[in-house]
């Protein structure tokens, strides 16, 4: 993956590196570990009942991987969080430091939902992450973030605001490599024009 360049994943359509599609015989050699995933993670997978890639993981994994901005389209229910998690966690366990990935998502129900896949996939290597929304105290998230952990899971109405009153917290998200927007129909519409637009700024611009 490209360290500096943040990668966005709502997450994608091409196949594993080297696969066309679902030629004959690939249902049957569909696994995390073909997908590109390190042992410690496919046990983790494992761990939490993940025993078998759905289509949205098999075909955005590799890709992320790989550095590639990536999109999809899936139903709920089909896997989406974990297609975005497990890449991002193996690449931070190799290179770990503050703000890695940032993750938006237009409500605070699926902010905790994220929340707690992060935490159950990325407990072996010791995740460090902060939920960043409505209806909590500001001053504790602001604090949290100048901590620098390494995934922020935010919807953009708080976080657009730490960004503009805290330098702390605009400073902590200029070496994230990860920029993933979750449910990314909703976060387009007008809603949250202002909001990313103040989030984007505060991200690396390559």
Same mark, same amino acid.
């Given at each position: 993956?490209?360290?500096?360049?943040?990668?966005?994943?709502?997450?994608?359509?091409?196949?594993?590196?080297?696969?066309?599609?679902?030629?004959?015989?690939?249902?049957? !050699?569909?696994? %995390?570990? #073909?997908? +590109?995933?390190?042992?410690? /993670?496919?046990?983790?997978?494992?761990?939490? &009942? =993940?025993?078998?890639?759905?289509?949205?993981?098999?075909?955005?994994?590799?890709?992320?991987?790989?550095?590639?901005?990536?999109?999809?389209?899936?139903?709920?229910?089909?896997?989406?969080?974990?297609?975005?998690?497990?890449?991002?966690?193996?690449?931070?366990?190799?290179?770990?430091?503050?703000?890695?990935?940032?993750?938006?998502?237009?409500?605070?129900?699926?902010?905790?939902?994220? !929340?707690?896949? %992060?935490? #159950?996939? +990325?407990?072996?290597?010791? /995740?460090?992450?902060?939920?960043?929304?409505? &209806? =909590?105290?500001?001053?504790?998230?602001?604090?949290?973030?100048?901590?620098?952990?390494?995934?922020?899971?935010?919807?953009?109405?708080?976080?657009?605001?730490?960004?503009?009153?805290?330098?702390?917290?605009?400073?902590?998200?200029?070496?994230?490599?990860?920029?993933?927007?979750?449910?990314?129909?909703?976060?387009?519409?007008?809603?949250?024009?202002?909001?990313?637009?103040?989030?984007?700024?505060?991200?690396?611009?390559?």
């Amino acid at each position: 993956a490209k360290g500096e360049k943040p990668q966005k994943k709502a997450a994608g359509g091409a196949a594993p590196p080297g696969r066309g599609g679902l030629l004959a015989g690939e249902e049957e !050699e569909r696994s %995390f570990d #073909a997908a +590109g995933l390190e042992h410690w /993670l496919v046990k983790a997978c494992n761990g939490v &009942g =993940l025993t078998r890639p759905t289509d949205v993981q098999w075909h955005c994994i590799p890709e992320v991987l790989r550095g590639r901005d990536v999109m999809a389209s899936a139903e709920t229910g089909s896997g989406k969080t974990a297609a975005f998690a497990l890449p991002i966690l193996q690449l931070l366990a190799r290179d770990p430091f503050g703000v890695f990935a940032l993750v938006l998502t237009p409500t605070r129900e699926l902010a905790f939902q994220i !929340e707690e896949q %992060f935490a #159950a996939l +990325g407990a072996s290597v010791g /995740l460090r992450q902060s939920v960043v929304v409505g &209806g =909590l105290d500001m001053m504790r998230q602001a604090t949290d973030l100048c901590k620098r952990p390494h995934v922020v899971i935010a919807t953009p109405g708080r976080l657009a605001d730490h960004i503009k009153s805290s330098h702390g917290v605009a400073a902590a998200l200029k070496k994230t490599r990860f920029l993933v927007l979750d449910e990314a129909d909703r976060l387009f519409e007008e809603t949250f024009e202002k909001e990313l637009g103040v989030i984007l700024a505060a991200l690396p611009q390559e």
